[in-house]
C-alpha cells in the first residue's frame, strides 16, 4: 500500500492540451501512470496524442464529463494561475476527491476561497506550485523526475521540488525506497499540509519512516512537530531550509518569508528536534540520516 | 507590491476611508506651497519611501512654518532615509505635506493572511503608534485578533467585537471604526492586497477617526488583474541587482556574504545558502535560476553575480530532474563563455545524465571546480572564496 495514488488510480489531467500539460502527460505515461482523460474547454471531442504518436487520450469540454465517461478518480491540473482556482473546483464539483495542481502563481485570495470551499468536503487536493505526487513504480502524478525514485518503504512530504528530489535520489542511491512522495508546494495556503501528509503516512502500514522537507514561513512544520510528537512512533528525519534567510525578504516561494517574528528555521528545527525527529544540519546529511534512523528502529 | 504612502492614502480616499488632507511634493519649492495651501498651523512632512520605521529614522517632521516644511523638504529629497527594516537605506523623491491633526489616540489596525488557517485576519491594538512587532512579542494579549471569512467578507458584529475590546463606548467613534474595518476587508479583497495597515489609526480631540498613516502590500500573483495598480510601481525603491534579475525572471535576494549561488529550485538555493554558512563562508545572495536554466537565463545569472564586487566565489548547484545534466552542463559552458567569468567557479551537477554533465564541464577548458556533491560544492566554495583554493 502506499498513500493517496497507486497503480489503479485514473487520472485526467486538467489543461492537457497546453505545452506544460502535454509535456508532462507524456512523461507520467512513460513511467506508467493511468491518464484517461484530458480537460480542455472548447476542445471537447478531439483525441490528445503526444510528441511521438504513442498515447491516445480522449480530451472533454468539462471535467463532470470526463468523470463520467472514463471513471477518472483523480486529477492532475497544468491549467494557468488565473484559471487554476476555477479548475480546481470544477474538478471538486464533479466529484473527484484527489486533486493536485502543480501551477505556480495562483493569487493567494483565490487558494483562500478555495481552501474555505473545500473545507469538509473530504477533497483532498495538494499544491498549488508543487511537483506533485508519486508512488514509486505505480502512478507518478506530477512534473518530478521518475527514474530517481525507487519503490519502498520511506514516505517523503516536502515544501520544495528540487530538495524532494535531491532527498529522494540520496535514499534511491542508497537502495532504500519510498512508499509515496508528496511534493505540496510553496505556496502560502497549501491545500494539503505537513501535519496531513505526516498524519497519512503514519497510518499507512508500509510506511516504516517519514522524511520531513521543509523550510522558513508559516506554521505547518511546528504543527506536525506537534503532531508527531503526540502520535508518531515511526522515526522521523527533518530538514529546514532558510537558516540564513533575512527576515522580511521572500526566498522565492511566495510562501518563503520570515514575518512578524515567526516561522524561521532555528525555531521550526527545535520545535522538530523537541518531538523526536532527527533533524538534519544540511541536505546532504538527509540519506544518511534516513539509513541510521532505519537501522535504529531494526527496519534495515 | 508595496506602494508608497500617498498612494495607498489615494486609494483609501476612494473607498471612502477618513485621510488627513495632504500634498505631495518633489522639491522645496513645491513643498512651501502645498503647506500654504493646507493652512493648518503646523504641517507634517513625510518622506515617501517603501520601508516602516520611518519616524525613527527622522522621515516624519513637523513643520510650524511653510518655510520650514519647504527647509525640511529640501533636506530630506534626495537623500537616502536608513531605517531599522533597511539599514542601506532607500532614496527619498517626494515627501507627502499633510495637516496637522489633534491626536487624542493612537490605535493599530492590520489585516494580512493568517496562514495558518488560512483566512485573513484582522489584529487591532489600542496601543498603536508604537512598534507592533514589538507588542506582538511582548504584549501579546494587547493585540485584538478577528479571522474574516473569504465566503462572506467581515461582519458588522466582527467588527464591533473588536470595538468593544479596545476600548470604545462612544456611539459615533463605534459606527466610524466599524465602517473604516468593513471598508478594510471589502478593499482587501476588491484589490488582493496582500497587507493593509493603519499604523496609527487616529482618534482626533474632535472625536473623529482619521487614517494618520497607510500602507497596502498588493500579491504579485494577482497583479495581473489590477494594472492600475501596477502603475504604481517605484522602482527606485528596488534593488537594483534584482530589479535587474525581475526582468530575466529569475529570482534574486541581495545578501551581504561573498559567495555567489546559483541553484535551480527555491529550496535547494535556500538549502545551499544554508550549506555554505554551516561550513563557514557567507553567501552573497539567494538565486534560483528555476527550472529550465537555459543558456540565456544561465547567462544572465552569471552577469547578476560578477555585478557584485563581494562576490569572491561563484557556486553553482544544480540539481537536473526533467531538464538533463547535460543540458545544463552546456548552458553553464556556453554562459561561462560569454560573460568571462574572472573568478573561481564551483559546479555540483546531480541527476539525469549526470556523467555526460560532468564530463562536457571537464573537457570545456573552463577553470571550473567540480563538487561531488553539495558539502563538498559548499566546502570548496568558502576554501575558494577565502583564497585558498
Known sequence: ?300 | MKIHEYQAKEIFKKYGLPVPRGIVAHNAHEAECAAKELGTPVVVVKAQVHAGGRGKAGGVKLAKSPEEAGKIAAEMIGSRLRTYQNPEGLPINCVLIEEGVNIDKEFYVGLTLDREVSRPVFMVSAAGGMEIEEIAKTNPELIIKEHVDPAIGLLPYQARKIAFKIGLTDRKLISQFVKILMTLSKMYFELDASLIEINPLVKTKEDNFICLDAKIDFDDNALYRHPDIQELEDTTQIDPLELEAKKWDLNYVRLDGNIGCMVNGAGLAMATMDTIKFFGGEPANFLDVGGTATVERVAAAFKLLLSDPKVKAIFVNIFGGIVRCDRIAGGIIEAAKQVELDRPLIVRLEGTNVELGRKMLEESGLNIIPAKDMADGAQKAVKAAKGEL
Request: hydrophobic content about 40%.
Open chain 1, 1 to 300: 500500500m502506499s498513500i493517496l495514488i497507486n497503480k489503479n488510480t485514473k487520472v485526467v489531467v486538467q489543461g492537457l492540451t497546453g505545452k506544460e500539460g502535454s509535456f508532462h502527460a507524456k512523461q507520467c505515461l512513460d513511467y506508467g501512470t493511468q491518464i484517461v482523460a484530458g480537460v480542455t474547454p472548447g476542445k471537447g471531442g478531439m483525441t490528445w496524442t503526444d510528441d511521438e504518436g504513442k498515447y491516445k487520450v480522449p480530451v472533454f469540454n468539462t471535467v463532470e464529463e470526463a468523470v463520467k465517461e472514463t471513471g477518472a478518480d483523480a486529477s492532475l491540473i497544468f491549467v494557468p494561475p488565473a484559471f487554476a482556482a476555477d479548475a480546481i473546483m470544477e474538478a471538486a464539483d464533479a466529484g473527484i476527491k484527489l486533486i493536485v495542481c502543480i501551477t505556480e502563481g495562483i493569487p493567494v485570495n483565490d487558494m483562500v476561497k478555495v481552501k474555505r470551499a473545500l473545507e469538509g468536503t473530504g477533497v483532498r487536493y495538494v499544491g498549488p506550485n508543487c511537483p506533485g505526487v508519486i508512488t514509486p513504480e505505480e502512478c507518478k502524478m506530477g512534473i518530478m523526475p521518475g527514474h530517481i525514485f525507487k519503490k519502498g518503504r520511506v514516505g517523503i512530504v516536502s515544501r520544495s521540488g528540487t530538495l524532494t528530489y535531491e532527498a529522494a535520489y540520496q535514499l534511491t542511491s542508497r537502495g532504500i525506497g519510498q512508499s509515496t512522495v508528496i511534493g505540496i508546494g510553496g505556496d502560502p495556503v497549501p491545500g494539503t499540509t505537513h501535519r496531513e501528509a505526516v498524519e497519512m503516512f503514519n497510518c499507512d502500514p508500509e510506511t516504516d519512516a517519514i522524511v520531513l522537507i521543509g523550510e522558513i514561513g508559516g506554521t505547518m512544520e511546528e504543527e506536525a512537530a506537534e503532531y508527531i510528537k503526540e502520535c508518531v512512533d515511526k522515526p522521523v528525519v527533518a530538514y529546514i531550509a532558510g537558516v540564513t534567510a533575512p527576515p522580511g525578504r521572500r526566498m522565492g516561494h511566495a510562501g518563503a518569508i520570515i514575518s512578524g517574528g515567526k516561522g524561521d528555521a532555528k525555531s521550526k528545527m527545535e520545535a522538530l528536534k523537541a518531538a523526536g525527529a532527527y533533524v538534519c544540519n544540511t541536505p546532504a546529511e538527509i540519506g544518511e540520516m534516513v539509513e541510521k534512523a532505519l537501522k535504529e528502529r531494526g527496519l534495515l
